[in-house]
């Protein structure tokens, strides 16, 4: 196991269970407590956790973890989940993306596909989002046309949330919006955070298109905060491990569903 999927593993589990003990994770983990012991003093140092004598408890923010904690899960997933939802792009084309690690897969595909690189000096496409991070990596991309809304940063996603973000995107076209989501299910789309659902229920209201991109881990799954309803989307992405009884809940609801 990687250290990126172990520190992930020890935030999950301290997550569901308020406090974790070093010897029984190192135990679960195959690796020495020492180790434990290394990989809790770099997540306290972060204040992601409280290191006790044994081990560590929870602190308010562990329920929700920082993206750069999710990028190894489901990463194989996540990556082919990219290249099909990156073919219902067109050159000249103005795409909204909020944020999270499957959509951020998404916006580096985009970036690097050869048909949409630069032609006679002038942006392939437009690309719109409240991701900081994803703004960070396109930037330097000559081909992209950057626009990045204002608004206060959430640490945990790096996304731009509350009525600055609003005042840019209201007055905004989108001709394709990619919606990465926490849960989504016979319900909708939904978020854990209330601040990111309300930025991303605007994304979608300003597009012609909406593309929700979501491993299977999400489906069935339903957040604290609406996005929007299954009848405001018009096509899903996700993997082929998708459970075929969970899908039939979003065809019936006419989505267009894509298995990657």
């Known amino acids: ?41 770099h997540l306290g140092k972060q204040q992601l956790l409280t290191r006790t004598r044994g081990g560590a408890v929870a602190n308010a923010v562990s329920y929700d973890l920082p993206l750069r904690y999710k990028t190894a899960r489901f990463a194989s997933e996540k990556q082919r989940i990219a290249q099909a939802a ?109 601040g990111e659902a309300n930025i991303n229920q605007l994304i979608v209201s300003r597009a012609a298109k909406v593309v929700v991109v979501a491993d299977s881990s999400k489906l069935g799954q339903r957040a604290f905060a609406r996005i929007c309803e299954l009848s405001e989307i018009d096509t899903l992405v996700t993997d082929a491990q998708a459970d075929e009884s969970q899908l039939t809940v979003f065809k019936e609801a006419g989505i267009d569903v894509i298995r990657a």
């Open 1 to 41: 196991m990687k250290r990126y999927e172990r520190l992930n593993t020890l935030l999950e589990s301290l997550a569901e269970k308020g406090a974790i003990d070093v010897d029984e994770l190192a135990e679960q983990l195959h690796v020495s407590a020492a180790t434990i012991r290394r990989d809790l003093d």
């Open 86 to 194: 990156a073919t219902l792009v067109r050159r000249g084309m103005v795409i909204g993306m909020n944020g999270g690690t499957t959509i951020s897969e998404v916006a580096r595909t985009l970036a690097t596909r050869p048909e949409l690189s630069a032609e006679h000096g002038e942006p392939a496409f437009t690309l719109v989002t409240n991701a900081l991070n994803i703004a960070n990596e396109l930037i330097v991309r000559p081909h992209v046309k950057m626009v990045l809304t204002g608004g206060v940063a959430r640490p945990q996603s790096y996304e731009m949330i509350g009525p600055l973000s609003h005042r840019i995107l209201a007055d905004l076209s989108l001709d394709i919006a990619f919606i990465g989501v926490d849960g989504i299910d016979e319900t909708g789309a939904t978020a854990h955070h209330e």
